[in-house]
């Protein structure tokens, strides 16, 4: 999973992460950045400095990767901006060629709030298309094909997000929300992203028929695909 910011793969892939914890598998959250200058107004406000406030996003960004059960690491690239650049996309190529993820997660394409998001996203995109390349010059076998899914941003219609998969996190959602409530430098957000979880577990169960015994609190995730769902059953 590939996040720009030290929140947000708390908010928009929690569940998911802790899902796949809780069976075992291995999930591996990489920060570009701890969301120092763009994300942290609170601190900024209390006056701290800049690498105070590194230091803050970084413990509260581990605390919650924690909390998940997933691994994390931060590249320190810097925020507003986030500038892309063939070092930081080489660093992700061996990050996949080490790791041979089944999934990939990352931010959509679009965000006219937020340049670092989709800057996050491009850049994941093109080290998995390297990393899948059997010339590109680093360690470990070429990447297969593991798919891509977006991850809901935070104002969805203007990203162009429609959900195409909604994923029920029920089983995870206390986790969900106790890795939120590592981040209390967005304080703010807890009960925002809790609703939206209800949200897309009512959405869920809508989808999913009335007759499959959801629980009433289902929570829900939602996730756009990238690239085509490979099958050879339509179900
Ligand atoms: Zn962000």
């Not at 803050?56 to 997933?70: P, T, V, Y």
């Not at 593991?146 to 909604?166: A, G, I, M, N, R």
């Not at 409530?181 to 009335?210: I, S």
């Not at 995730?221 to 690239?227: G, K, N, V």
């Amino acid at each position: 999973m590939i996040s720009a910011h030290a929140g947000d793969f708390v908010w928009r892939a929690g569940g998911a992460i802790a899902l796949a914890t809780s069976r075992g598998e291995r999930a591996k959250v990489v920060c570009l950045s701890f969301g120092e200058r763009g994300e942290s107004a609170k601190a900024w406000r209390a006056g701290r400095t800049l690498d105070e406030i590194k230091a803050i996003r970084r413990e509260e960004a581990q605390n919650a990767a924690a909390a998940l059960g997933a691994e994390i690491e931060f590249f320190d690239a810097g925020d507003y901006p986030l500038i892309e650049s063939t070092e930081l996309v080489d660093r992700l190529v061996r990050v996949y060629r080490e790791l041979e993820p089944d999934v990939v997660l990352t931010h959509p394409l679009a965000d006219p709030y937020n340049g670092d998001h989709p800057a996050a996203a491009r850049m994941a995109l093109q080290a998995r298309v390297l990393a899948q390349a059997a010339g590109y010059d680093a360690p470990g076998a070429p990447l297969g094909a593991p798919p891509v899914f977006f991850f809901e941003p935070h104002q969805p219609e203007q990203c162009d997000f429609k959900p195409d998969l909604l994923l029920d996190i029920t089983p995870v959602f206390d986790r969900k929300r106790k890795a939120m409530e590592c981040l209390p430098a967005q304080q703010h957000m807890w009960d925002y992203y809790t609703d939206l979880a209800k949200r897309r577990g009512v959405q869920l169960k809508r989808n999913a028929g009335p007759n499959l015994g959801l629980a009433h609190d289902t929570m829900g995730e939602a996730y756009m695909r990238l690239y085509p769902q490979v099958t050879d059953v339509l179900a």
